[in-house]
């Protein structure tokens, strides 16, 4: 199907593991985009990427990795996971930098 | 910088009751602004959007129309139903960003 998908839907994990949160888009966009979504914060940014192989810091990006050798795949690693990052975690994409972003349905992430 | 305030939730109304929820933004130049929609355990949607000053954008009977003047995106419904209970994001993209900026969204609740 195309679309922009999100796995796992949901993950409990223990404080000091490191976890991947996977997200793949079917539609070649450049651009792609984690965001995390609390209560009282909306929606922050966490890193994006313009491009394969090119990835930029977003507005919360401390405690967390991206990486980006394929267009269709941006995968998000907590390195050593914290209580503090438990948090619904969305990817999006977007054909450019300057249209609309198109979300997966989130990853809920609890840090135990 | 850029930035999107919203109202403050939770709203709660009747079923067909006129909805309004209020928008301004803080942007150099001309952004584009959108209404993204969230269902409970989903992803956003795009609800609607606008790109330049005056246009107004519409989808599922809901309207904004951007207003350079106010710095403002309001979103309004003449009658929700039940179904229109989500949370509500405004959000903006300045062409020279190429990452979405979010509102902390409006939680709306209708009742029947």
């Known amino acids: 199907d195309a679309g922009i998908t999100q796995s796992p839907r949901y993950k409990i994990t223990e404080t000091g593991r490191q976890v991947t949160l996977m997200c793949h888009q079917t539609?070649?966009?450049?651009?792609m985009f984690w965001y995390r979504q609390d209560l009282g914060h909306g929606l922050r940014l966490i890193y994006y990427?313009?491009?394969?192989?090119?990835?930029d810091k977003g507005e919360v990006p401390d405690g967390y990795v991206v990486s980006r050798s394929k267009t269709e795949n941006f995968p998000l690693t907590l390195e050593s996971a914290t209580r503090s990052q438990t948090s619904v975690y969305f990817c999006?994409?977007?054909?450019?930098?300057?249209?609309?972003?198109?979300f997966g349905q989130g990853t809920r992430l609890t840090v135990v | 910088g850029n930035s999107v305030t919203q109202m403050e939730g939770p709203v709660t109304l009747s079923e067909e009751a006129f909805l309004t929820i209020n928008c301004t933004y803080t942007?150099?130049?001309?952004?584009?602004l959108f209404w993204y929609v969230q269902y409970p355990g989903e992803g956003l949607q795009l609800l609607l959007k606008?790109?330049?000053?005056?246009d107004k954008g519409s989808n599922k009977g809901f309207e904004a129309t951007y207003r350079k003047e106010t710095t403002s995106f309001h979103l309004e419904k003449g009658s929700v139903q039940v179904s229109d209970s989500a949370v509500y994001f405004c959000?903006?993209?300045?062409?020279?960003?190429?990452?979405?900026?979010f509102g902390s969204g409006t939680r709306l609740s209708i009742r029947p």
């Open positions: 539609w070649s966009h450049s651009y």
């Open positions: 999006a994409s977007s054909e450019r930098g300057n249209t609309e972003a198109f």
């Open positions: 606008a790109t330049k000053a005056d």
């Open positions: 990427s313009a491009a394969a192989d090119i990835t």
């Open positions: 959000a903006l993209l300045h062409s020279s960003a190429s990452k979405i900026i």
């Open positions: 942007a150099t130049g001309y952004p584009s």
